[in-house]
């Protein structure tokens, strides 16, 4: 009997090769494909295999279930990445919060505002989880796989850049310099993409599981277009 299966809590390729262990491990699974990307598996069982059964065993692996229920994609979209939409909520609370504040909309000043509490956020988390974010963003970053210590030293460069934001210090140089990094960072995501590489998004310092998507390259993207724009906007 043959089902497609949807699978929760597959966040990573270690989580992938925990379900396909548990499924090879299974009586009763003669057949089955792993798909991580749509989170589905197609499985090929005898009728005495149950869901149920297969998701207890699958429970001694960690926090995964199966089921021939398809998830809502906005909900599955909004919990895969709620931890990335909170940090772009609070940078974005913060710059409307500054505009309020001067009684106007200065297009500048709110993408200054926008940029340091970005660079601070991000740069914050990945200081305070060095270890883990040096090598996971060596995996993708142009610069850091040809300069391993490159990893260990981004983050020091957001915390700079983020000071230089909202002092409006050196914002020539800094623009500059975040165009250039931002725009090299999108280039090789897209390429590690284009490739059908799956790797986790260190974005967030590696506390939380994250795949790189398109919406990394959009991230990068964005603060490339931010900066290009403050160089000509005063």
Known sequence: MKKILYIKG???NSCKTKIEDTLKST???SSFTVDFESATTAVDLDESVSVDSI??????????????????????VLKKFA?????????????????ISIGM???????????????????????LNIHKFAPSYAKYDSIAQKVP??????????????????TQTHLLLVNSMVFVLMSLKAYSVNKK???GESIQC??????????????TVAEDALMAVMAFTMLFIK
């Open 10 to 12: 597959m966040t990573c």
């Open 27 to 29: 009586s009763g699974v």
């Open 55 to 76: 998701n207890t065993a699958l429970a001694q692996k960690g926090k995964f279930t199966l089921s021939d229920k398809k998830p809502l994609a906005l909900f599955k």
């Open 83 to 99: 931890p990335l939409i909170t940090m772009f909520a609070l940078v974005i609370a913060y710059t409307v919060y500054g505009q």
């Open 105 to 127: 909309f200065y297009l500048h000043h709110a993408m200054a505002d926008f940029m340091g509490a970005f660079f601070l956020l991000f740069g914050l988390l990945k200081v």
């Open 149 to 166: 210590a490159w990893g260990y030293v981004y983050p020091l460069f957001e915390l700079a850049f983020a000071y230089a934001y909202f």
């Open 193 to 195: 993409l284009s490739n």
């Open 202 to 215: 260190a974005c967030l310092g590696g506390f939380f599981n994250i795949p790189i998507t398109r919406v």
